[in-house]
C-alpha cells in the first residue's frame, strides 16, 4: 500500500478510536463487591504487585515506590482478597501475576503462588519481571511454579537504556543478554518484552535488538510499539525527546518479517518459536477473568470492575468488606461486538461461526458498516467462514489495540489522580 494511504487510514482509525475509547471507557459508577460466577465454569486469575524500585519514563502501569514493610502487608491482603474470591465460588485454571515486579519480594510471591495453587487447579502460571530478579537461584525456585517468565529489556541499546534510566538500574545491554542467557531452559518459556518505535530510534538501533534477540533466542518475545498516553507523554518527550508515528508501520513490518523464521507464530505483538505456545495478553484472550491487587480490573458477565488503587485504602477494604472493587460499567452488546472484532482481528482472524454464538447474529448483519470500511482500506480478506487481515490490516488492528490501552491508561489516570507514590 501507498505510504500515504497508509498514513491517512492509519491517522483516521487512531482518531476514530481515540474518540470512541474517549467516550466508551470509563469506569464512574461506584461499586462494592464482585459478583458470584455467573457460569460454572473455570476463569483467569490475575495477580498485581504494584512495587517498582524504579520509575520508567513510558511506564503508565499502576505501581507505587518500593519498601519491604509495604510489600509485606500488601501480600498479606492479596492472599485474603483470593481467599474471598475463593469463598464467592470462582474457580480459576489460569494465573497471571503481573506488576510493577512481582518478584520484588520473592517469598512473599511463592507463598502466593503456592496458595493458588492449593485452593485452584492451576494448568498455567505466568509472571512478569525486570532483569534484577531472574538470577538461577531464583528462577530455579519457580521450577514447577511458574510456566512463563517474561522479562522487561525494552531495548538491547545502550545509548537507550541510558535515557531511559534503566541502564543504572538494570545493566547493559550485554549485562541483561547475560542475565537472560544464564536462565534460559529453566522454565518451561521465558519471554523477552521489547519495545519499538522510541523517539529517535533508527532502523539500525531497531535491527539491533531484533538481532540480539534472535541470538539469544528465548521461547517467546513480545515486541510492543512504544504507547504514549497522556499519563507518560510529557515524560517520554523530556527523557527520549518527541514521539513520531512515522517509522510505526515499516518498523512492525520490519519486525514481522524479521522473525517469521525462527518465531513462526504471531499473536499480535508476541511472537512464540513454538505454533500453539500459550501467550499472555489475559485481557485480550479472555472473555472473562478475575483481577485481585490495588487497582486490578475484573470482566465479568459485561461488567468491567476496579479494585480501590491506594494501597491503603486498598486494605481498608480487604479488612472490611473482603472486596476491593470501587467501580464498575456495563458494556452494551455493540461494544462488545467491537472488542470482539478488535481483539479478534489482532491476532489474524476472526470465526464467523463463533462470533454469531456469542452475539446470537451474523457479523455481516451485525457490523455491516464497518466490515465494508476495513475492506475498503483493504485490511481484511473474507470468505464464508472467517475473516483475517491483509499484512496492512495486520497493522491496522495493533494501532486499534495500542488506542484501546491507552485508553484504558484513562481509567487509571483518573483513579490514581489524587495518589502520592
Ligand atoms: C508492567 S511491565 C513489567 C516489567 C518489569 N517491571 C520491567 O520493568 O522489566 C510489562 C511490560 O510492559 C511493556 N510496557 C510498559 N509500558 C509500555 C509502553 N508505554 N509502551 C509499550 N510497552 C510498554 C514493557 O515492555 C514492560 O516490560
Ligand atoms: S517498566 Fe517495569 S520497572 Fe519500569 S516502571 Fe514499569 S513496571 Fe516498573
Known sequence: MRENNVKIITNATSYFMHQYTKHYLHVKKPADRLPPPPEDKEYLLYIHVPFCT????????????????????????????????????????????????????????????????????????????DPNHIQPKTVLRLDGLVDRLSVGVQTFDDTLLKKLGRYEKFGSGEEVYRKIASMLGILPITSVDLIFNFPNQSKE??????????????????????????????????????????????FFNIIKESLKKSYPSRHGWSFSKEKEAIFDEYVIDNEEYVGVGSGSFSFINNTLYHNEFALDKYAECIAQRKSAVVKERTFEANSRMYYRLMVDLFNGKLSKKK?????????????????????????IKENKESIVTTEFGDYLFLVLMKEFYMGMDRIRNEARKNLSL
Request: with cysteine; glycine share 4%; proline share 3%.
Open 54 to 129: 524504579m520509575f520508567c519514563p513510558y511506564c503508565s502501569f499502576n505501581k507505587f515506590n518500593y519498601t519491604k514493610e509495604a510489600a509485606t502487608h500488601y501480600f498479606k491482603h492479596l492472599r485474603e482478597e483470593i481467599l474471598h474470591v475463593k469463598a464467592l465460588g470462582y474457580r480459576f485454571n489460569y494465573l497471571v501475576i503481573g506488576g510493577g515486579t512481582p518478584l520484588i519480594d520473592e517469598e512473599e510471591l511463592i507463598q502466593t503462588i503456592e496458595l493458588v495453587k492449593k485452593l485452584f487447579d492451576i494448568k498455567h502460571v505466568s509472571c512478569e519481571s
Open 205 to 250: 538501533n531497531l535491527l539491533y535488538d531484533i538481532e540480539t534477540l534472535t541470538k539469544l533466542s528465548p521461547e517467546q518475545s513480545s515486541f510492543y510499539p512504544l504507547m504514549t498516553s497522556s499519563m507518560v507523554k510529557s515524560s517520554v518527550t523530556k527523557t527520549l525527546g518527541k514521539f513520531s508515528l512515522t517509522n510505526e508501520y515499516e
Open 355 to 379: 462470533f454469531e454464538i456469542m452475539f446470537g447474529i451474523k457479523i455481516e448483519d451485525a457490523l455491516k458498516k464497518e466490515l465494508m470500511a476495513l475492506k475498503f482500506a483493504k485490511a
